[in-house]
């Protein structure tokens, strides 16, 4: 009986060692797969923004330096900030709302660019970088792929703890827009979200012949 015993200690304790350890393994799979996504996003981003940066720069345009200061703003944000798993919500739209000003500047008066963000995000976390690959689609294959006037509408709430993030834009009817199977920015948050907010967030995705919206909701931390 003692025997049994040593041996059913020994097995509950082998046990219990090998679930510890699958659980550090899950753990440090998955935060090494949201850096690699974190990653990817990056350069995508900044090759973008560089590109209009550098045909102000040609023409000589005084809104060049402007344009380096709020750029400087992201990349000291991506360094400092994004390296942690959660950042303040604030400074995330801060880095959306520099973003949109790189941009909008590009497209001058063809471009209707509204926004409605409510102002107090005290003490509200989110995961960085989940927001701008939506907002920038707008701009890539919205707003660069037609001619004439065209809109953009962003907004975000927060009630509850849970954010409401709403964004469309008017598009060509020819545009090729990213879905479930390609678009790497999209596939990315997506696998963010599954990651980071299981059963705590709705992403809905619509596509018409004139608008494309995307409607996301998250359930933020404190």
């Known amino acids: 009986m003692i025997l049994c015993i040593v041996i059913a200690i020994k097995t509950?304790?082998?046990f219990y060692i090998k679930s510890q350890e699958n659980r550090q393994?899950?753990?440090e799979n998955a935060n090494a797969e949201l850096q690699l996504l974190k990653a990817q996003i990056h350069p995508h981003f900044l090759f973008n923004t560089l590109n209009n940066i550098y045909s102000f720069a040609l023409n000589k345009s005084?809104?060049?330096s402007d344009l380096v200061e709020k750029l400087s703003d992201t990349?000291?944000?991506m360094i400092t900030d994004c390296n942690t798993a959660f950042v303040p919500l604030e400074k995330?739209?801060?880095m959306l709302q520099d973003y949109i000003d790189l941009e909008r500047v590009r497209y001058g008066s063809r471009l209707e660019m509204g926004l409605d963000i409510q102002r107090d995000h005290t003490g509200k976390l989110i995961a960085p970088l989940l927001m701008i690959p939506f907002v920038e689609n707008c701009f890539k294959h919205g707003s660069s792929m037609a001619t004439g006037q065209q809109w953009i509408n962003l907004s975000i709430d927060v009630q509850n703890n849970v954010m409401d993030f709403k964004i469309a834009n008017s598009k060509p009817v020819q545009a090729a827009y990213p879905?479930?199977?390609h678009g790497?920015?999209?596939q990315n948050v997506k696998k963010r979200l599954a990651l980071l907010y299981p059963g705590k967030h709705q992403l809905n995705i619509s596509c018409t012949d004139n608008v494309?919206?995307?409607?996301m909701q998250i359930q933020l931390k404190t």
């Open 25 to 27: 393994l899950t753990r």
């Open 92 to 94: 995330e739209i801060k």
């Open 179 to 181: 879905n479930e199977k």
């Open 62 to 64: 005084t809104e060049a």
């Open 184 to 186: 790497i920015g999209l």
């Open 75 to 77: 990349i000291h944000y």
């Open 212 to 215: 494309y919206s995307v409607q």
């Open 12 to 14: 509950l304790k082998n």
